[in-house]
């Protein structure tokens, strides 16, 4: 019971390298909220196809999981991006937060079905299409309510859903393998776990 516990309870280290991932990734969230706005014409054929783009969005939550490996890493990671991206002055203001917050959730949710023991890629991917349905979910009525329910929403949250399950999930589940082998992640399961398919 105690090393359940401990095993659970949250180091430093942990703190300091899911607050570097986050930040890292508000960063980049601000940006490719930039590339979002500029690419807008490349999708005129099909505007809901832009949602291909979606998974950038939804990393951080992956990632520090798989590498934290810890209750609340997802959801954390997912929401610090998210206020870092709304200080930089993302386009959409502070409504990021809460969205944040939704998909961190989402890849939480998964991670939590798996009572935080799998973090291979199976779970990964499921982390990530968890986190793209609750982005899904929330696009579905905070900023797409007023459109086509069949010409966008529908084929919109879908291809969010496949976005974050290849980006967000094969994606972190790619970068967790390649960091591991480097040493930089020693002081984490994920740096000693050779076997992560």
């Known amino acids: 019971m105690n090393k359940s516990t401990n095993s659970y309870r949250w180091r430093t280290i942990d703190i300091v390298i899911a607050s570097v991932i986050a930040v890292t990734f508000g960063v980049i969230f601000w940006a490719w909220g930039h590339l979002w706005t500029v690419t807008e014409g490349a999708f005129a054929f099909f505007p809901p196809a832009q949602a291909v783009l979606y998974g950038i969005w939804l990393m951080p939550a992956v990632l520090a999981a798989l590498i934290i490996r810890k209750p609340g890493a997802a959801l954390y990671a997912e929401t610090v991006a998210a206020i870092i991206s709304a200080l930089l002055g993302e386009k959409w203001g502070a409504m990021v937060i809460p969205q944040g917050m939704v998909q961190g959730l989402g890849a939480e949710l998964a991670f939590a079905m798996l009572f935080y023991r799998s973090w291979k890629l199976p779970a ?46 094969a994606g972190s589940w790619a970068l967790t393998r390649a960091l591991a082998p480097t040493g930089v992640l020693d002081r984490f399961a994920a740096g000693r776990d050779r076997a992560l398919v």
């Open 124 to 169: 990964a991917l499921l982390a990530g299409a968890f986190a793209g349905l609750g982005a899904a979910l929330f696009d579905f009525f905070a900023w797409n309510g007023a459109l086509d329910l069949w010409d966008y929403r529908i084929p919109y949250a879908l291809i969010t859903v496949v976005s974050s399950t290849v980006i967000a999930g």
